[in-house]
């Protein structure tokens, strides 16, 4: 049977790399596998942090077509700037440029150079952030009259990194409900942008559903072999996310002998300076490796090296780790440090009952150590083992199903897996 076309509008795809691009990348890997082709339609190069040449490849059953923009990040590439530094802060122009965000400018060029494409499409997925992927996915819809779907990653108004006030909340708010009002489906990320959305357009829970980042089974295999006794963190820090408390607590731990020496806090991802600060403090350089950004699969490859694994969960409810998924994937025990609800993946009753997850409170330095000891007690004994993840729901090819059954309702096909 031949594949069905899908328009998968998506500002943020390979090689730029990045969550903002794996979630994308993942569906065109695994939507052909339940009779769709993802045609992608994204931005031509743009300056950005991190470009990861590995994932690529799990977007390569897809046809991409690359428009171009007149957005900041566009620009900065003509003007012969490849790159940009990550501040974990949106920029004074990014906080300025809030109608919806600063890829605005990417709004036309876009439309102009999908419309053939949704043309000759079933329908149209988009993706956001950034939620200019909505209004190009929204107006392709109506010049096309082809059924919307859209996926939100992050929030809309409750965006927690660029705060919508004023007459951009009011503006926003207007984007967003025609958004949704026109889309024949909503997808969200976690049950609290579900919820949200919900509060505000009640007649939208008919058609919504939670598919939340999951993992991919191909990027995890064999565990490297780690020597010393590893804890790791992988994602992002922000000003909100202080990975001090368990710094503190290993440096305790070597100093009363409890934990060998040779102990490594391994950190995977973009980092706060104010992190390197703490490290030195605390007498820790010869125990802390930074990573910094890789590309999605070395990443994958470091967070299987380890014995322990912690998270740093936000006060703020729309702020959450989106790397649970892969966390469960290794079957390493895990410490979720913060409000535990905001890590709605791992505070789930199903996952809590068949997993080993330790939630601790942010500045509870004693509970940290005491989890630490544990775990290096059982790593000590050859006692301490990965845990098979049983939970399939989190598996990308099994969500990329859930999300090909809604397209396959919308243009009333049974759901048919090709060969």
Request: hydrophobic content about 40%; some cysteine.
């Amino acid at each position: 049977m031949p594949l069905k076309p899908v328009l998968l509008v998506s500002y943020y795809f390979p090689p730029l790399g990045g969550p903002g691009a794996i979630r994308p990348a993942k569906f065109c890997k695994y939507l052909p596998k339940f009779g769709w082709q993802p045609v992608v339609l994204t931005v031509k190069d743009i300056a950005y942090y991190t470009r990861d040449p590995f994932l690529g490849d799990d977007a390569a059953p897809a046809l991409v077509h690359k428009s171009s923009s007149f957005d900041p990040a566009r620009v900065l590439y003509l003007l012969g700037r490849r790159s940009v530094k990550w501040t974990g802060a949106p920029s004074s122009l990014g906080r300025l440029l809030r109608l919806p965000d600063s890829k605005l400018g990417w709004l036309i060029p876009a439309v102009l150079k999908g419309l053939p494409h949704a043309r000759k499409s079933s329908l149209i997925l988009a993706t956001a952030p950034p939620f200019t992927s909505f209004l190009v996915g929204l107006l392709l819809g109506k010049l096309t009259r082809k059924p919307l779907v859209v996926d939100f990653r992050d929030a809309w108004l409750e965006f927690p990194f660029v705060p919508y006030r004023g007459i951009h909340r009011a503006i926003n708010y207007r984007l967003e409900r025609e958004v949704v009002r026109h889309a024949a489906y909503v997808i969200a990320v976690s049950n609290a942008i579900k919820a949200s959305l919900i509060r505000r357009y009640p007649w939208l829970e008919e058609k919504i559903a939670v598919v939340p980042n999951g993992y991919d089974p191909d990027d995890f295999g064999r565990e490297l072999q780690v020597r010393d006794f590893t804890i790791t963190h992988l994602g992002t820090f922000r000003k909100s996310r202080n990975p001090e408390p368990v710094l503190a607590a290993v440096r305790q731990l070597i100093d009363e002998k409890q934990i060998s020496p040779g102990t490594v806090v391994k950190f995977i991802g973009n980092i706060l300076p104010d992190v390197a600060e703490s490290v030195h403090r605390l007498r820790l350089e010869n125990n802390v490796v930074f990573h910094n950004y890789l590309p999605h699969v070395q990443a994958m490859k470091e967070l299987n090296a380890s014995h322990l694994l912690f998270l740093i969960t936000d006060e703020e409810s729309q702020i959450f780790p989106s790397r649970q998924g892969e966390y469960l994937a290794t079957g390493w025990p895990i410490m979720v440090i913060g409000p535990a609800t905001n890590a709605e993946v791992f505070d789930s009753r199903r996952v809590k009952s068949t997993y080993p997850i330790t939630a601790i409170v942010s500045d509870d330095i004693e509970k940290i150590k005491s989890t630490i000891v544990e775990f290096y007690r059982r790593y000590k004994t050859g006692t301490l083992r990965r845990r098979p993840l049983r939970l399939p729901e989190f598996n990308r090819e099994v969500q990329a199903g859930k999300i090909a059954a809604v397209l396959d309702r919308l243009t009333s096909r049974p759901a048919v897996l090709s060969n």
